[in-house]
């Protein structure tokens, strides 16, 4: 399944303003385009749905708006797609819905603020997660978290739940597929508390040494430590039902699976980090279906 690490710090002497993590769990046969520069909108930094053309991770280096979500997983919908795979008369997948993609699609364009008329301000971020929560039906389950590295802005808005959005307050947050905002699961909780260490280690190397060069390794450092935790292949017991045994795991290694009917796992990890000169770090791995063949590598650093 996605799963997602963040951790937010306003406070005036920061040494990291925000960093996170986030897993994407697809099938490998969906086309997908690696981390790089949009062509449409060269602002634009992100991975591509080559199928639907949204992303699940975007950043736009001059309105300064991120946007990453994961899909919800349902009970509900879950059956539903079992019954129209077996019967080919049913009906239960017609549903017609919008690309979870798009909400950050169009939260990432350039011409956001002109579009929807909003002003470029510490509000822009939450009036904009209301549009989406005046039509969460018309999409299929999701966690999406919006927010302005600008105005330091940080807005949750999921449509399962059905709660409004959600101004996220300084400190650790995580969601996933299985999970709501407020309550992780397993793995989760697992995956967070190793976070929390990394960036706290991290944090207090860098106030024990202002130097430039020093800044640089220890955040390169964290990079490394996240992508590693990123790749924990251990168990975290969650689940009694079997087809969710494979995704108790941090990161999933290729399986196949029969509800998708393709091999699917963990495609990418992406760790962004601000720090206090407002400069943004972006790494991502890319991994392949052959476990043999290497995992790729990009890297941005983009000065705000």
């Known amino acids: 399944m996605c799963i997602t690490f963040f951790f937010i710090d306003r406070t005036p002497d920061a040494k990291i303003k925000f960093v996170m993590v986030h897993n994407r769990e697809e099938d490998f046969a969906r086309p997908t385009l690696q981390l790089g520069q949009f062509e449409e909108d060269t602002n634009i930094f992100g991975g591509r749905d080559e199928r639907e053309k949204g992303t699940w991770l975007g950043f736009n280096a001059k309105t300064q708006n991120l946007a990453f979500l994961t899909n919800r997983f349902s009970w509900s919908i879950f059956k539903d797609r079992m019954i129209s795979k077996i019967n080919v008369f049913s009906k239960a997948s017609e549903q017609k819905t919008i690309s979870r993609g798009k909400l950050i699609q169009e939260f990432i364009s350039t011409d956001f603020f002109e579009r929807y008329s909003l002003q470029d301000d510490e509000n822009s971020t939450y009036n904009y997660a209301k549009t989406i929560f005046q039509n969460k039906n018309r999409f299929m389950p999701f966690n999406l978290l919006v927010a302005n590295l600008k105005h330091m802005e940080f807005v949750f808005q999921g449509n399962y739940d059905k709660f409004p959005p959600v101004s996220l307050r300084d400190g650790y947050h995580t969601f996933c597929n299985f999970s709501s905002f407020e309550a992780p699961i397993q793995k989760q ?35 490394q430590n996240i992508h590693d935790i990123m ?4 168990y975290q017991f969650t689940f009694s039902l079997l087809p969710m045994w494979n995704e108790s795991k941090i990161f999933i290694k290729p399986y196949y699976s029969y509800f998708s009917r393709h091999y699917r796992g963990t495609r990418t990890s992406t760790v962004l980090i601000l720090n206090d000169k407002n400069k943004l770090s972006i790494s991502e791995n890319t991994y392949s279906q052959d476990t043999s063949i290497q995992k790729v590598n990009k890297k941005y650093e983009i000065q705000l």
């Open 189 to 223: 909780v697992v995956g967070l508390n190793r976070f929390k260490e990394l960036v706290q280690q991290t944090i207090s190397n860098l106030k024990d040494n202002n130097a430039e060069k020093i800044q640089k390794e220890n955040e390169n450092g964290l990079i």
């Open 231 to 234: 790749e924990n292949e251990q």
